[in-house]
């Protein structure tokens, strides 16, 4: 069975500083695809970014950049120049090859909060 | 496009009762899946639809059925109702043709079960 861990509850960080958020996953599958979903207040679910496992190179999407360590089976988030916008909940979620399941795995979350 | 519309937003229920709760897909996303969010935890996958047939089932007992109408639409109906059902139930919609593999979220729906 797949999992994903995020191991950091709550995170807080100095708005306009970098913060990074952990995940680690497990899984026997060589292709998969994973992501960061947001969970604002308002709790509506927002993509974040997205990585799939067959690119070497890391995914960026404006401040928000991925480090993934395949081999680690490790994904971590990185917010540059935090905005008092992200703060949310932070989902890091797994999702294996398509026709196998189609099923999504979701982490724990982390609570980030940045502060004024 | 229109995104991701649940209904209800709230309910509250009591013990033994059915519910049905209900998702409108985005324009143009063939396959929906519902997800159960217990307080201070991630989503767990219920099941996912695809053209009116359930694709896929996370470890839900068969008291968690669905559907999925012609227009994309789709119910989720969970019959006698459990104190730990309680939680806030989330649609997410994809177009399983392009190969993104993106889900779009509803708001949600919070069910209360007393």
Redesign the interface.
């Known amino acids: 069975a797949q999992t ?1 861990t995020q191991s950091q509850p709550e995170m807080s960080v100095q708005e306009a500083e970098t913060v990074t958020l952990s995940c680690t996953y497990d899984t026997s599958e060589s292709n998969y ?1 994973l ?1 960061w ?1 947001k969970q604002p207040p ?6 974040v970014i ?1 990585q799939e496992a067959y690119k070497q190179q890391n995914a960026t999407e404006n401040r928000f950049s991925v480090n993934f360590q395949k081999a680690a089976k490790s994904f971590s988030l990185k917010i540059s120049d935090s905005q008092l916008g992200d703060t949310a909940m932070y ?1 890091c ?1 797994f ?1 294996k090859p ?1 026709n196998t ?9 982390t609570s980030l909060t940045v502060i004024p | 496009e229109t995104g991701v519309t649940q209904s209800p937003t709230h309910l509250i229920k009591t013990r033994g009762q059915q519910v049905t709760l209900r998702c409108s897909s985005q324009s143009g996303h063939n ?1 929906v ?1 519902w ?1 159960q969010q217990a307080l ?6 219920i099941f ?1 639809y ?1 053209r009116e047939e359930e ?2 089932r ?1 470890n839900f007992p068969p008291r968690f059925s669905g559907l999925q109408f012609p227009n994309y639409s789709s119910e989720l109906n969970v019959n006698a109702l459990e104190l730990d059902d309680s939680a ?1 139930y ?1 649609c ?1 919609s994809r177009d ?1 043709s392009t ?10 729906s919070r069910l209360t079960v007393l």
């Not at chain 1, 308002?42 to 993509?47: E, K, P, T």
């Not at chain 2, 201070?40 to 996958?45: A, C, K, R, V």
């Not at chain 2, 190969?99 to 949600?108: D, I, S």
């Open positions: 994903v695809y992501f979903y308002s709790r509506q679910m927002i993509l997205r989902f979620a999702m398509p399941g189609n099923q999504f795995y979701f982490g724990t979350g | 396959t899946s997800y201070g935890q991630g989503p767990q996958f996912q695809y694709n896929g996370g806030l989330l997410a399983s190969g993104a593999n993106v889900l779009t979220f509803g708001a949600g």
